[in-house]
Antibody, heavy 119, light 111 residues
Framework: QLQLQESGPGLVKPSETLSLTCTVSGGSISSSTYYWAWIRQPPGKGLEWIGSIFHRGITYYNPSLKSRVTISVDTPKNQFSLKLSSVTAADTAVYYCAIDSNGYYFDSWGQGTLVTVSS | QSALTQPPSASGSPGQSVTISCTGTSSDVGGYNFVSWYQQHPGKAPKLMIY???NRPSGVPDRFSGSKSGNTASLTVSGLQAEDEADYYCSSYAGSNTYFVFGAGTKVTVL
């Protein structure tokens, strides 16, 4: 069974770029037909889908974040990544990576990583 | 403001049933049979409980069931147990522009 683990800085300064990586274990990121997703949850609030990438590199982004988001796959490292530019305090959240096996729901999630935007 | 509307809280005694609603529009819940439900315990990652309106992933107890009528989906937890106390989020596919929307979550308390 595929497992996911997020990693990256826990503190980012306002106006800078948030960068996170999700490492996939238990299988190859390139041999599957899954979508690889990023979802976030501000403290005490609900879930927000950020975007997804299909293993062939096709990306889908939340329209409200599209101008600031880039999701990419690093096949040799079996990882996929999130970059969110021009961050503000409103981007403070727990960021989860997740697997979407058929394009319509999130089967399995990483444990999440808290990113705080503060100077 | 979340795209899907859920009640903030619901409760029931052990053994009873609780039903959580999730109301959207014809552009999301009503337009596709791609409603999913997630359980989240404090400090933990969400867990998929129901997909495609009423299907349970392997390992999810059959006490959890889902349904949909028009623009409103529902999750029912029958035979409530202490471990069912958690936050529950609904989600729906919303077409090729918006893709995915979530509800704000419902906190289920086992009395």
């Amino acid at each position: 069974q595929l497992q996911l683990q997020e990693s990256g800085p826990g503190l980012v300064k306002p106006s800078e770029t948030l960068s996170l990586t999700c490492t996939v274990s238990g299988g190859s990121i390139s041999s599957s037909t899954y979508y690889w997703a990023w979802i976030r949850q501000p403290p005490g609030k609900g879930l927000e889908w950020i975007g997804s990438i299909f293993h062939r590199g096709i990306t889908y982004y939340n329209p409200s974040l599209k101008s600031r988001v880039t999701i990419s796959v690093d096949t040799p490292k079996n990882q996929f990544s999130l970059k969110l530019s021009s961050v503000t305090a409103a981007d403070t959240a727990v960021y989860y990576c997740a697997i979407d096996s058929n394009g319509y729901y999130f089967d399995s999630w990483g444990q999440g990583t808290l990113v705080t935007v503060s100077s | 403001q979340s795209a899907l509307t859920q009640p903030p809280s619901a409760s029931g005694s052990p053994g009873q049933s609780v039903t959580i609603s999730c109301t959207g529009t014809s552009s999301d819940v009503g337009g596709y049979n791609f409603v999913s439900w997630y359980q989240q315990h404090p400090g933990k990652a969400p867990k998929l409980m129901i997909y495609e309106v009423s299907n349970r992933p392997s390992g999810v107890p059959d006490r959890f069931s889902g349904s949909k009528s028009g623009n409103t989906a529902s999750l029912t937890v029958s035979g409530l147990q202490a471990e069912d106390e958690a936050d529950y989020y609904c989600s729906s596919y919303a077409g090729s522009n918006t893709y995915f929307v979530f509800g704000a979550g419902t906190k289920v308390t086992v009395l």
